[in-house]
Nanobody, 119 residues
Framework: QVQLVESGGRLVQAGGSLRLSCVAS????????MGWFRQTPGKEREFVAW?????FYVDSVKGRFTISRDNAKNTVYLQMNSLKPEDTAVYYC???????????????WGQGTQVTVSS
């Protein structure tokens, strides 16, 4: 069993920056692929970023978002720069059963943290 707890979401103006954090427990973190997803009301959950054997991003955030991890702290981060109103969503951290692909399976999820970008 893996527990994931996100934090860092808040209201920010367009063009601003935020860093989300996700602390994991219950599994050897260094060998676990981690990812970030987001969801807005009425839409499916969308993949945002992955950190495993490498990193991968959805096209809409490339060059603006960076996923990183501190294995000593069992923490994965999502640095979000140049935020846009369309980045507004609940952001979820997830742990994958495969270290070598961003496609998952995504076995464990956090509770989510709200990011709101005002125009």
């Amino acid at each position: 069993q893996v527990q994931l707890v996100e934090s860092g979401g808040r209201l920010v103006q367009a063009g601003g920056s935020l860093r989300l954090s996700c602390v994991a427990s219950g599994r050897t973190f260094g060998s676990t692929a981690m990812g970030w997803f987001r969801q807005t009301p009425g839409k499916e959950r969308e993949f945002v970023a992955w950190s495993g054997s490498s990193t991968f991003y959805v096209d809409s955030v490339k060059g603006r978002f960076t996923i990183s991890r501190d294995n000593a702290k069992n923490t994965v981060y999502l640095q979000m720069n140049s935020l846009k109103p369309e980045d507004t969503a609940v952001y979820y951290c997830a742990a994958s059963g495969s270290y070598y692909t961003y496609r998952g399976p995504w076995d464990y999820w956090g509770q989510g943290t709200q990011v709101t970008v005002s125009s």
